[in-house]
């Protein structure tokens, strides 16, 4: 079992910038998957990015973004620490909704990594309200 923790979601102003973390703990693995979605009040859990990993080490790394946050977002990932990060710049008022963390240990294809069903585990979710 993985057990995942989000954490850096808050309030902010419309521009300004916020850095997500996941953190990993159990049985964690070297290679497969970790995804950021998120979900605003009445609306599906929408892919956000993600990072397939294989090692420890820098090579194996592939990097996926919606269209959305394409350009204002940066996703990595410490190994060592088993957490994944989420860098978001220029936030909107419709960036605003919870973000979830996922994980997977397979490798998955080009076709399989925004859909959330893809994914074994996932956390609880970290708010990111923009605006007043």
């Known amino acids: 079992q993985v057990h995942l923790v989000e954490s850096g979601g808050g309030l902010v102003q419309p521009g300004d910038s916020l850095r997500l973390s996941c953190a990993a703990s159990?049985?964690?693995?070297?290679?497969?998957?970790m995804a950021w979605f998120r979900q605003a009040p009445g609306k599906d859990r929408d892919f956000v990015s993600a990072?397939?990993?294989?090692?420890?080490?820098?090579?194996?790394?592939?990097?996926y973004y919606a269209n959305s946050m394409s350009g204002r977002s940066t996703i990595s990932r410490d190994g060592a620490a088993n957490t994944m990060y989420l860098q978001m710049k220029k936030l909107k008022p419709e960036d605003s909704a919870v973000y979830y963390c996922?994980?997977?240990?397979?490798?998955?294809?080009?076709?399989?990594?925004?859909?959330?069903?893809?994914?074994?585990?996932w956390g609880q979710g970290t708010t990111v309200t923009v605006g007043q």
């Open positions: 990072i397939s990993f294989s090692g420890s080490g820098p090579g194996g790394i592939k990097t």
């Open positions: 159990g049985n964690t693995f070297s290679s497969g998957v």
């Open positions: 996922a994980a997977d240990p397979n490798s998955l294809t080009v076709a399989t990594v925004p859909r959330s069903s893809a994914y074994t585990y």
